[in-house]
Antibody, heavy 113, light 107 residues
Framework: QVQLQESGPGLVKPSGTLSLTCAVSGGSISSNNWWSWIRQPPGKGLEWIGEIYHSGRTNYNPSLKSRVTISVDKSKNQFSLKLSSVTAADTALYYC??????WGQGTLVTVSS | DIQMTQSPSSLSASVGDRVTITCRASQGISNYLAWFQQKPGKAPKSLIYAASSLQSGVPSKFSGSGSGTDFTLTISSLQPEDFATYYCQQYGSYPRTFGQGTKLEIK
């Protein structure tokens, strides 16, 4: 059973960079899957941020593309998200997922000084 | 971007009822559609992929249909654990986009 676990700071200052990691267990990140980040502001719907393949190929949401970097570390079986120049609008639950099937439990990131 | 519109936004139903939720895409997406269930404080759970294929372990009371721009999720014989928010997502085009959600409440 594939499991994903997000980790990272729960509080980020405005104009700073949000950094999260998703550790994958029960399966290889080098398998034929896309690894995604999705977020959900409190009480609101889901927004797709982007995805990465183990080769390093990425696809990003154009609405965030200028601020987002997703990377993969095959040696640690994990992938990461960096979102720069954050504002209060970036406060959300951040989920990592494999394709559309397996999701992490999510981690709340609050942007506040 | 492809806009995904779900209807209704909220729905009241009773235990034992059968309900249908609709998802409409602003452009054709073939069958590249998934359905998720989300309960309060929990991550979304995948129910259906490719518009009508049931994820492993998901009970057959959940069924999906559709192709192109119009899709439905049907839940039969509602039980208390089925009351949740349901989202559709298209993955036929970038960026992937979600519907706004349908909150299914107990009547």
């Amino acid at each position: 059973q594939v499991q994903l676990q997000e980790s990272g700071p729960g509080l980020v200052k405005p104009s700073g960079t949000l950094s999260l990691t998703c550790a994958v267990s029960g399966g290889s990140i080098s398998s034929n899957n896309w690894w995604s980040w999705i977020r959900q502001p409190p009480g609101k719907g889901l927004e797709w941020i982007g995805e990465i393949y183990h080769s390093g190929r990425t696809n990003y949401n154009p609405s965030l593309k200028s601020r987002v970097t997703i990377s993969v570390d095959k040696s640690k079986n994990q992938f990461s998200l960096k979102l720069s120049s954050v504002t209060a609008a970036d406060t959300a639950l951040y989920y990592c997922a494999r394709n559309t099937d397996y999701w992490g439990q999510g981690t709340l990131v609050t942007v506040s000084s | 971007d492809i806009q995904m519109t779900q209807s209704p936004s909220s729905l009241s139903a009773s235990v034992g009822d059968r309900v249908t939720i609709t998802c409409r895409a602003s452009q054709g997406i073939s069958n590249y559609l998934a359905w998720f269930q989300q309960k309060p404080g929990k991550a979304p759970k995948s129910l259906i992929y490719a518009a009508s294929s049931l994820q492993s372990g998901v009970p057959s009371k959940f069924s999906g249909s559709g192709s192109g721009t119009d899709f439905t999720l049907t839940i039969s014989s509602l039980q208390p654990e089925d009351f949740a928010t349901y989202y559709c997502q298209q993955y036929g085009s970038y960026p992937r986009t979600f519907g706004q959600g349908t909150k299914l409440e107990i009547k």
